[in-house]
């Protein structure tokens, strides 16, 4: 069995939750992305990581934020030289908390440059990423890019959520 190196490992957002069960059924064993071993990495125990929200620098500090960039690139680069393939997921076009966009936009370049793969979750993410890259810098990329539509989420949330949400938003049964 492989194994994927997933983050945000403890993440327990619907989404989240459902790729994960996904990546299990399609047969890999699913370990902690920020807990990975020195001996789990000497001995090329990863053999994929999956990024989510990767590029987001939480840091109030501008040197602690570039240190932090630096040492999340370290880290791909160790994983990618010790044979583990790298597939980033591009969900937003920068993230939502954006105290650093030099420091997120030069991470994000990195993945995008060393990723396997780059998953985006529809079309119009493709389009917005060309956009935002240029013709030249797309061209580059654009074999790696994989369509992986958001999965539905019927029956994900409890029938008590559906309930609240349709009261607070005077929805009609």
Not at 11 to 28: M, N, P, S, Y
Not at 116 to 129: E, H, P, R
């Amino acid at each position: 069995m492989k194994n994927l190196a997933f983050y945000p490992y403890e993440d327990t957002t619907a989404f989240l939750i459902k790729w994960r069960e996904q990546i299990e059924k399609a047969g890999f064993n699913i370990i902690d992305f920020s807990h990975i071993t020195k001996h789990q990495l000497s001995n090329n125990e990863v053999d994929v990581v999956f990024l989510n929200w990767y590029e987001e620098i939480h840091s109030r500090n501008a040197i602690r934020a570039c240190a932090q960039t630096i040492k999340r690139m370290a880290k791909i680069h160790s994983l990618k030289s010790h044979g583990a393939r790298i597939i980033t997921v591009i969900h937003n076009r920068s993230p939502h908390e954006n105290s650093h966009p030099k420091c997120t936009s030069a991470l994000r370049n990195y993945l995008l440059r060393v990723s396997t793969y780059i998953v985006v979750l529809s079309d119009a993410s493709k389009s917005i990423l060309k956009k935002d890259l240029g013709h030249r810098a797309y061209r580059n990329i654009e074999n790696k890019l994989k369509k992986l539509p958001l999965p539905n989420y019927i029956n994900v949330y409890p029938d008590d959520n559906k309930a609240f949400s349709r009261e607070a938003f005077n929805v009609s049964v």
